[in-house]
């Protein structure tokens, strides 16, 4: 479903550099809110960077912003945060928990996504997403299961949920960061029947999914805190893990250890494009289109099996997306404008065909 832009309020604040804007998109039939922070030196003639902020359980969009600290960077270093708020305070991490949100978060978030890339210059290679608690579980979530582009993701004492493990098979994500106090007694170091996996377990996934060698190296960043580092990973890929000694459920801070700082410089090692494992390989068989060019309607052949697709403007925005099954698929080009168009099979494989619609 497309969603649809409402109320774009932009609300300037005369007490700072950076524009706030408040806005709503209409998903699933459900009108759901955001802030958006644009830097002062924003120049819509360069594409920047784009970074999602989650909010954990029982928070909101206001109060991970206030919290993180994160609109004070990007005004520094020239990037575009998105807050995103969760229905009732919640996201839909296939939480056992009460009180968790049912709603499509994943597509929510990724029509957000869509929606602030026609809204503004954003380098479509360089999206990324965060959160702290729910908000890292749904970080997680976003880096398994969305057919978007999101290049790295970073959870802040969230880990992720047994219900969610099974879909987790991710498509454009090769850098995953956990942040994780042993102390978390909200969210156990080491799972728990509420919490979900242990920070091991979640780091286990993401080594076999992404092909990182194991045992990682670790170093001391602090007297706190150990850096372990899961590489080499298939491609560009990497694992990296903060542990924090004694931390509680929080995100850190202090001049020691500042989350933000080093989520945003491990978020700059990465672009999207990047994965590849041996389970993702470029199959010798190629995928062709025709008629093409076309008006109403594309055949694609050489496709492996059932896949999910995404249909890419000539700006690298995406249009469309959807499923084929088998080895042939009929690709609707109805409703699009004439133009050159790029399908990308999101199986993995990389393989793409450019379509002309006339």
Same mark, same amino acid.
């Given at each position: 479903m497309t969603p649809r832009v409402l109320l774009p309020a932009l609300a300037l604040l005369a007490t700072t550099a950076t524009a706030q804007v408040n806005g709503t998109i209409w998903h699933e039939g459900l009108t759901r809110d955001h802030i958006t922070d644009v830097p002062s030196g924003y120049d819509p003639g360069t594409p920047v960077p784009l970074v999602f902020v989650m909010h954990g359980f029982t928070q909101s969009a206001s109060a991970i912003m206030n919290a993180t600290g994160f609109n004070d960077l990007a005004e520094q270093?020239? $990037?575009?945060?998105? +807050?995103?708020?969760?229905?009732?305070?919640?996201?839909?991490?296939?939480?056992? $928990?009460?009180?968790?949100?049912?709603?499509?978060? *994943?597509?929510?978030?990724?029509? =957000?996504?869509d929606t602030l890339i026609t809204q503004y210059s954003i380098d479509t290679t360089r999206i990324y997403a965060?959160? $702290?608690?729910?908000?890292? +579980?749904?970080?997680?979530? =976003?880096?398994?299961?969305?057919?978007?582009?999101f290049a790295a993701i970073a959870s802040v004492s969230g880990t992720i949920n047994t219900g969610a493990v099974g879909a987790c098979a991710p498509q454009h994500t090769p850098g995953v960061l956990q942040i994780h106090g042993t102390s978390d007694f909200i969210v156990s170091y080491n799972g728990s029947i509420f919490s979900g996996l242990g920070v091991q377990d979640v780091l286990d996934l993401w080594t076999a999914d992404l092909a990182c060698a194991?045992?990682?190296?670790?170093?001391?960043?602090?007297?706190? *805190?150990?850096q372990q580092v899961f590489t080499p990973c298939a491609g560009n890929a990497s694992v990296v893990h903060y542990k924090i000694a004694g931390g509680g459920h929080t995100w850190p801070t202090g001049a020691s250890f500042s989350a933000t700082n080093v989520v945003w410089d491990f978020f700059q090692g990465f672009t999207c494009g990047g994965i590849t494992t041996a389970m993702m390989e470029q199959p010798t068989k190629q995928l062709m289109a025709w008629p093409n060019p076309a008006t109403d309607a594309i055949l694609l052949e050489g496709i492996t099996g059932p896949s999910m697709y995404m249909l890419l403007d000539g700006m690298g925005r995406t249009v469309r997306s959807g499923r084929l099954n088998g080895e042939r698929g009929l690709l609707p080009l109805d409703g699009l404008a004439p133009g050159t168009y790029v399908v990308l099979l999101l199986d993995g494989s990389g393989r793409n065909a450019y379509l002309v619609k006339q």
């Open positions: 270093d020239g $990037f575009i945060v998105a +807050y995103p708020n969760g229905v009732n305070n919640g996201w839909n991490t296939n939480s056992p $928990f009460p009180g968790g949100s049912t709603a499509d978060d *994943v597509g929510y978030i990724g029509a =957000l996504r965060c959160g $702290f608690s729910a908000g890292g +579980y749904m970080s997680h979530k =976003l880096g398994c299961e969305s057919p978007k582009c194991t045992p990682p190296t670790i170093t001391p960043f602090n007297a706190t *805190v150990e």
